[in-house]
C-alpha cells in the first residue's frame, strides 16, 4: 500500500532549525512530484514548497522563501525521500505539516501547489517558540 510517512518535527526556539523527511514507499515514485503543505490550528492548510519529479524544479511559497530548502533523494532501492530543511524558524511556521505527492511533470506542479494531489502523508509537527 502506498504510503508518505513524515518525520523530524518537534519544539525549537525561533531562529533555530528543523529537518523534516518524508519517506514515500509501496509504489514507485520516482515520477511524482513532491511536496509539503501545512496547517496550523484554526487555519486552512497552506502551501509551503514543491519539487519535481526530476529534482530539477523547485516552488515555495513567498513566506518561506529564503528560509526553507526543499530537497529529495532516491535510494539503491528506488525509495524516494523528501526532506524539507527549515532554517531561520518562526513562531507563525508553528502547524502540522503534510507531505504529499502528485503524479506528473515539472509542468504540472502548480497542480501539486494547489493541493491536487494523489497521497498525502499523516503530517508531523512543528512548533516554534517565541
Known amino acids: 500500500q502506498a504510503q508518505l510517512v513524515e518525520s523530524g518535527g518537534g519544539l525549537v526556539q525561533a531562529g533555530g532549525s528543523l529537518r523534516l523527511s518524508c519517506v514515500a514507499s509501496?509504489?514507485?515514485?520516482?515520477?511524482?512530484?513532491m511536496g509539503w503543505f501545512r496547517q496550523a490550528p484554526g487555519k486552512e492548510r497552506e502551501f509551503v514548497a514543491a519539487i519535481s519529479w526530476s529534482g530539477g524544479s523547485t516552488e515555495y511559497a513567498d513566506s518561506v522563501k529564503g528560509r526553507f530548502t526543499i530537497s529529495r533523494n532516491i535510494n539503491a532501492k528506488s525509495t524516494v525521500t523528501v526532506y524539507l530543511q527549515m532554517n531561520s524558524l518562526k513562531p507563525e511556521d508553528t502547524a502540522n505539516y503534510y507531505c504529499a505527492a502528485d503524479a506528473g511533470t515539472a509542468a504540472t506542479i502548480w497542480r501539486l501547489r494547489q493541493g491536487e494531489c494523489d497521497y498525502w502523508g499523516q503530517g508531523t509537527q512543528v512548533t516554534v517558540s517565541s
Open positions: 509501496g509504489r514507485t515514485f520516482s515520477g511524482y512530484n
